[in-house]
């Protein structure tokens, strides 16, 4: 088993510095945006969330070699059905939907994504991650 160096950020400008620090040590490094905790339900507030976050977890802390992953917890205020949202309006990122998985590389993001429904498959999130290690 590899080691899964997870960084958990809650912001956009958190996220912008994480990322770059983090890609001056990794060649790729996945991104999961999802929801943040609902403090009332002490649960993620999205409902396709709490379906892929053990999922994601699982491959790859099942991964036979060393990754680094960022999970970007974003609030449902300010979020919920706004258009300018910093993750929606960041031209590398175009956040559509919670939650999404992507990779980057120095180079930036690759082009292929997996959000919502596609994550609650560990199939599709065993080939994307492959894919890219």
Known sequence: ??????IVVTNA???DKTLQDTLKSNDIVFVQFISSIDKTTCSLWCRDCQVSEPIVNSVFENLPKDISYIECQIEREGYK???NHPYRTNPQIKLTAIPTLMCFTKDGPKPKTLVEEDLAKED???QFVNEYL
């Open 81 to 83: 059905g706004n258009p």
């Open 1 to 6: 088993m590899g080691l899964v160096n997870k």
């Open 13 to 15: 400008d958190e996220f």
């Open 124 to 126: 599709n999130v065993k």
